[in-house]
């Protein structure tokens, strides 16, 4: 097998990080600080958590509207490119190396943005990690981001997390689901390899 279609191989972060750069934020988060909108601020800043935040594409957004944000990631390599943006409000961020496996977050957290980035999340360590999302977001807080469904053609890699539709509503059920999408189709991930794509697209509020 080559490097690319091996079931234990790495993902290719530099090369991604290039093919993405300059794309606008995900639709998953933009629906979530659409809800933010239309509720009454807080009088206090709120706090983001930029989850897998690679070279900051929804980072900055979240900057521009005034939040204050967590960039969290497991590669240096997102922070170099991440801190090197023109567009970058330096003020309001913070940033962690970390990996998912060792995930920790702080509390009172208003919202949990995960960006395609939890599938990448080892089996063995997602159930904790799930958890702790859950547990550091407020009542009301917001999760947005992406799962990877059963049918994925990714599913042959073991490090990686898939999940059916039913686990995924199981995981929901702390939340109130805004916006739960199922995606399944032949394309071609951002570096150009062909893949069939089977995508869990979320908005949840956390119930009380």
Not at 88 to 105: I, P, S, V, W
Not at 164 to 188: A, I
């Amino acid at each position: 097998m080559t490097p690319s279609t091996h079931p234990t191989a790495e993902h290719n972060w530099t090369t991604y990080y290039q093919a993405v750069a300059g794309r606008p934020p995900r639709e998953t988060l933009l629906k979530a600080l659409a809800n933010f909108d239309g509720e009454a601020s807080p009088d206090r800043r709120r706090l983001a958590i930029d989850l897998g935040c690679g070279d900051g594409r929804d980072t900055v957004e979240l900057l521009r509207r005034g939040w204050q944000v967590l960039a969290i990631d497991g590669e240096q390599n997102a922070f170099d490119r991440l801190l090197d943006r023109p567009d970058l409000n330096h003020d309001l961020l913070q940033t962690q190396l970390m990996r998912f496996e060792a995930l920790a977050l702080p509390p009172a957290v208003d919202l949990i943005n995960a960006s395609f980035c939890l599938p990448f999340c080892p089996p063995a360590y997602f159930p904790h990690f799930w958890e702790t999302i859950v547990t550091s977001l407020n009542i009301g807080g917001q999760f947005c981001g992406q799962l990877f469904g059963d049918r994925d053609s990714w599913t042959i890699y073991p490090n990686r997390t898939h999940h059916t539709r039913q686990q995924v509503e199981e995981l929901l059920q702390p939340f109130e689901v805004e916006w739960l999408d199922e995606e399944e189709h032949l394309g071609v991930t951002a570096i150009g390899e062909e893949k069939h794509w089977h995508i869990f697209h979320i908005v949840a509020r956390k119930k009380a």
